[in-house]
């Protein structure tokens, strides 16, 4: 009932930008926090960025400074926003969202997508 559909993923080289986005589809509500999370081979997931209904958001010091994370609540859909990209950034990147939809509370996660940093 509820998807999340990540695009924006690509290839650069070091230094460069890319703008992921995350549309929320289905029978909902009002979508909660927000959170980008990416995951490299062979380490675990972890949280890149998140922001909460009111607007604040979070990041750990591997990104501070260069990604920012935003929403448009008319769209449905949050953003990542990624300048002066390293080669350790390189990774699959997921959405994750909770919704408040016609079947209660839900965590939801997208499909992934990849980004590679690499000269």
């Known amino acids: 009932q509820v998807q999340l559909v990540e695009s924006g993923g690509g290839s650069v080289q070091p230094g460069g930008s890319l703008r992921l986005s995350c549309e929320v589809s289905g029978s909902i509500f009002s979508i909660n926090a927000m959170g980008w999370y990416r995951q490299a081979p062979g380490k675990e997931r972890e949280l890149v960025a998140h922001i909460r209904s009111g607007g604040s958001t979070n990041y750990p010091d591997s990104v501070k400074g260069r990604f920012t994370i935003s929403r448009d609540n008319a769209k449905n859909t949050g953003y990542l926003q990624m300048n002066s990209l390293k080669p350790e950034d390189t990774a699959v990147y997921y959405c994750?969202?909770?919704?408040w939809g016609i079947g209660g509370n839900v965590n939801s996660w997208g499909q992934g997508t990849q980004v590679t940093v690499s000269s």
């Open positions: 994750n969202a909770d919704i």
